[in-house]
């Protein structure tokens, strides 16, 4: 599939309805996932960002904690509608990515650089955000539908003891993808007149 990168970015949209197969080799979401963490800018290239791919079995466990997570909080009836979008949606995925920022490394920069101390965690989030989405797009634009979930901090604790995770990871956000089963639907815009504003 090849597309232009404004191809690429329009047409990244977030997919809800997943099989458990994978559109292409086995290595290529791996391929995909070091190729952007590498090449992903940081503040003073700080390099924070750490990721997880988890597939198979990894990934089922990883849906079984948040389903079970999630029952011991959530009300019966509301719990219901959780677990069926929960089920239906994330865990018949192929895999999830797992997204982190090292504090250890945010908190060594405050440290060398106390002007800015009070901005590296907003800054590492950026990295991060700008991570996820080159990730999202690339995933896209050879086959693979994904969708961006945030159940941390509710599943920080299981997640680092069941991949010994280091404690100083912490999880931002969680990316199960795999082949689409159903398209996205209609996406809508505000006014980009609203949004973007040209001085000359």
Do not use: C
């Amino acid at each position: 599939m090849s597309r232009s990168f404004k191809e690429a970015i329009q047409h990244r949209r977030s997919y809800y309805s997943i099989g458990k197969e994978s559109p292409v080799s086995e290595s290529t979401a791996e391929e995909i996932i070091a190729y952007a963490a590498q090449h992903i800018p940081s503040a003073f290239n700080s390099q924070s960002a750490r990721v997880v791919l988890l597939i198979g079995e990894h990934h089922d466990k990883l849906w079984s904690i948040v389903r079970e997570t999630l029952r011991k909080i959530t009300p019966e009836e509301a719990f219901r509608r959780t677990e069926q979008k929960i089920d239906t949606s994330f865990a018949p995925g192929y895999g999830t990515i797992l997204f982190f920022e090292d504090q250890a490394v945010v908190k060594k920069f405050q440290q060398d650089y106390p002007t800015y101390a009070n901005r590296f965690r907003e800054w590492s989030h950026q990295s991060s955000g700008m991570l996820q989405f080159t990730i999202w797009t690339m995933l896209e634009n050879v086959g693979f539908g994904a969708s961006l979930q945030h159940y941390n901090p509710l599943i920080d604790e299981e997640v680092h003891k069941n991949w010994n995770i280091p404690e100083s990871w912490e999880l931002l956000a969680e990316m199960p993808f795999s082949t689409p089963v159903e398209e996205s639907g209609a996406k809508e815009f505000q006014p980009i007149e609203e949004r973007v504003k040209i001085y000359r």
